[in-house]
């Protein structure tokens, strides 16, 4: 099948040039289109060009200068929700949950097999949905809120915590946003994928989880007990401003868990 004008555009980041030969040929062959580049700035350089819409990742772990764990965690704090496949001749279940940490949406073992890498591609592309950017989802009732040591003006996108100026990323401002607007209720991970990610609630992805624990990092007096970020195991994600007046609502059988201490993909 030749690639055409509508076909899906394919990143492989892969320093092994014969590994990427290999792999874009195949790629072409099932009718992708395929831009292949050997390190992590150069990936991320034409991730940025709003001429290049890009599909799809394929990324390698052992790269020059830059390890495909920081591109994909550079990929993920710039709010680009891409499927990344990440490929490693790793195998430890610790590099796979760092893999799934930093935000990679699938795992292959090198050396892999091809019909395993096209499948895992068809299947990622499938469930992923290139959608307009919506804005950033400041909420309407008020430019400012304060909670714990935070003061914020949503309309300056301006933060600071116990009196010291923190910078966010766009994902970062999105999700704060979001939870500002639902204060006290318990949000489901689909709505949050759906509203926030702008993704199919029912993807397995991690992408929650991390941004949960860098907003307890940033806000937590002890990220490691949070009183403002909840997770409600199996259930979803809840903002609490004011801990003291809401301790009713934790205290009814909800068991709030860090994301850090669930290594195992959701």
């Known amino acids: 099948m030749s690639s055409h004008s509508g076909a899906k555009h394919i990143l492989v980041v892969e320093d092994e040039r014969h590994l990427s030969v290999g792999i874009k040929f195949n790629l072409e062959a099932e009718g992708y289109r395929v831009s292949v580049v050997e390190d992590g700035k150069a990936a991320l350089n034409l991730l940025e060009d709003p ?28 709010g680009n929700d ?50 307009p950017q919506k804005p950033t989802a400041i ?80 806000f937590e007096a002890d990220h490691a007990n949070p009183k403002h970020f909840l997770t409600i195991r199996d259930l979803g994600y809840r903002f609490v401003a004011n801990p003291e007046e809401a301790a009713d609502l934790t205290s009814q059988g909800s068991e709030d868990h860090p994301a850090s201490e669930d290594p195992a993909q959701d």
């Not at 390698?60 to 591109?71: E, F, I, R, T």
């Not at 490693?88 to 699938?106: I, K, Y």
């Not at 309309?155 to 994902?171: C, N």
């Open 51 to 78: 001429e290049q819409e890009i599909d799809l990742m394929i990324l390698d772990l052992m790269l020059p200068g830059m390890s495909g764990y920081a591109v994909c965690e550079a990929v993920r704090n710039a």
């Open 139 to 218: 909420p309407i009732k008020f430019s400012t809120y304060e909670f714990g040591q935070a003061k914020i003006k949503f309309d300056e996108y301006e933060l600071t915590v116990a009196g010291k100026p923190v910078s966010l990323t766009k994902r970062e401002w999105e999700l704060l946003s979001y939870f500002v607007e639902n204060e006290g209720r318990l949000i489901p991970r689909t709505e949050l994928l759906e509203n926030v990610w702008q993704m199919r609630g029912y993807l397995q992805t991690r992408a929650p989880d991390q941004f949960m624990l860098r907003l307890r990092r940033i």
């Open 82 to 131: 891409i499927p990344i496949l990440m490929l490693s001749a790793r195998t430890l279940p610790e590099d796979r949950t760092r893999g799934f940490d930093v935000g990679t949406s699938q795992y292959l073992s090198k050396p892999f097999d091809l019909d395993e890498l096209l499948s895992r591609v068809k299947n990622l592309l499938k469930h992923f949905t290139r959608r």
